[in-house]
Antibody, heavy 124, light 107 residues
Framework: QVQLVESGGGVVQPGGSLRLSCAAS????????MHWVRQAPGKGLDWVAA????????YYAGSVQGRFTISRDNSKNTLYLQMHSLRAEDTAVYYC?????????????????WGQGTLVTVSS | EIVLTQSPATLSLSPGERATLSCRAS??????LVWYQQKPGQAPRLLMY???NRATGIPARFSGSGSGTDFTLTISSLEPEDFAVYHC?????????FGGGTKVEIK
């Protein structure tokens, strides 16, 4: 079955950097779009970034554009999120999620499977 | 960016009752509206896509409707495991956006 395991979270000072990883298994990673979605403590979901199956298209939320970079290594079945210039408001659980395929079609923009998340805390 | 407004913020109901959740978009997203369910301490789970299509394994008591700017998620008869937070998301435009969520709690 699909498994997504995030790592790399932790405590970082404002202005610092962090790289998150998401190890994928149980599906053909190199055929699926991938996403990062975050959730601040006690708040709703906040979509962060997406990358197409081949890495050629990337999309970002306005709040992270220019500070975060999404990437993937299909040879390692791994998704990454490089985060720079971190702010207190970036504190959240960061989830990695895959696109979704039904029996008849695939939907890159839909988050079909999710990892358990990794907590990023930005604090001095 | 598209703003999604979910209402009510909290819905207090008893098992067996019908739940009706609303999601309104700031402009038309056609039928490209997705619903997720999230239980405490867990990751979200895909529930419905493109307004009215149930994801794999989702029971038939869940149904979705709407198009344009107004969407509804209905749970016909609440089971104990349905008490959770429900999030809507539009996939029509980048950046993708979520609503604020509706919590369905036990009355």
């Amino acid at each position: 079955q699909v498994q997504l395991v995030e790592s790399g979270g932790g405590v970082v000072q404002p202005g610092g950097s962090l790289r998150l990883s998401c190890a994928a298994s149980g599906f053909t990673f190199n055929t699926y779009a991938m996403h990062w979605v975050r959730q601040a403590p006690g708040k709703g979901l906040d979509w962060v970034a997406a990358i197409w199956f081949d890495g050629n298209n990337k999309y970002y939320a306005g709040s992270v554009q220019g500070r975060f970079t999404i990437s993937r290594d299909n040879s390692k079945n791994t998704l990454y999120l490089q985060m720079h210039s971190l702010r207190a408001e970036d504190t959240a659980v960061y989830y990695c999620a895959s696109g979704f395929c039904s029996d008849v079609s695939c939907y890159a923009e839909v988050q079909g499977s999710w990892g358990q998340g990794t907590l990023v805390t930005v604090s001095s | 960016e598209i703003v999604l407004t979910q209402s009510p913020a909290t819905l207090s109901l008893s098992p067996g009752e019908r739940a009706t959740l609303s999601c309104r978009a700031s402009q038309s997203v056609s039928s490209y509206l997705v619903w997720y369910q999230q239980k405490p301490g867990q990751a979200p789970r895909l529930l419905m896509y493109d307004a009215s299509n149930r994801a794999t394994g989702i029971p038939a008591r869940f149904s979705g409707s709407g198009s344009g700017t107004d969407f509804t998620l209905t749970i016909s008869s609440l089971e104990p495991e349905d008490f959770a937070v429900y999030h809507c998301q539009q996939r029509r435009y980048w950046p993708l956006t979520f609503g604020g969520g509706t919590k369905v709690e036990i009355k």
